[in-house]
């Protein structure tokens, strides 16, 4: 595809694009682990969404306590609008939600789901390769632990 660094997240759409559709797919709709095209935008869109099908995986149980959310969706959440930083002109929910490339996202307040989108190629009950922004959450998560008190960080413990 020409210029498929400078794609906005509609033209980059894995669904729109047709990656990896009929079989054989398409020589130019193909896209795989063995030659790194799997990593390479926009094809890297389609491959987050399928990255068990393009190459070695392991699940990861959530561990003991499985959770079960209850829904509330909250409907006015695509109506807000804010100023992004460094910026001066408003944008939408859903632009933010564009620009950011936004394969799927939900949003827990007090336990329950209050929003929930799927724009481009994630299913609800898809799998969305994390990467490194795994540690980022993980750190994340362990310092409000660390400030709630559930967590003492000068414990260790080996399990």
Same mark, same amino acid.
């Given at each position: ?5 400078y ?25 795989? @682990? ?8 926009? @094809? ?5 969404? +399928? ?55 939900i949003?827990? +307040? ?17 799998? +969305? ?12 998560? @362990? ?7 559930i ?7 080996? +399990?």
């Amino acid at each position: 595809m020409e210029n498929q660094k400078y794609l906005n997240a509609n033209d980059s759409n894995p669904n729109k694009i047709g990656w990896m559709k009929g079989f054989p797919p398409e020589e130019s709709k193909c896209i795989s @682990a063995n030659d790194g095209s799997f990593f390479e935008f926009p @094809a890297l869109r389609y491959s987050v969404n +399928h990255i068990r099908e393009l190459y070695p995986t392991r699940a990861v149980e959530a561990g003991a306590k499985k959770f079960k959310f209850k829904s509330k969706i909250d409907r006015q959440i695509e109506s807000i609008t804010f100023v992004p930083w460094n910026e001066k002109q408003p944008v939408t929910w859903n632009d933010f939600l564009e620009r950011n490339y936004t394969d799927g996202i939900i949003i827990l +307040h007090k336990g329950k789901i209050v929003y929930e989108k799927y724009p481009a190629g994630l299913e609800q009950n898809g799998v +969305h390769s994390a990467m490194s922004v795994s540690k980022s959450f993980t750190g994340i998560l @362990a310092s409000i632990l660390i400030d709630e008190g559930i967590i003492n960080p000068e414990k260790l413990e080996n +399990h």
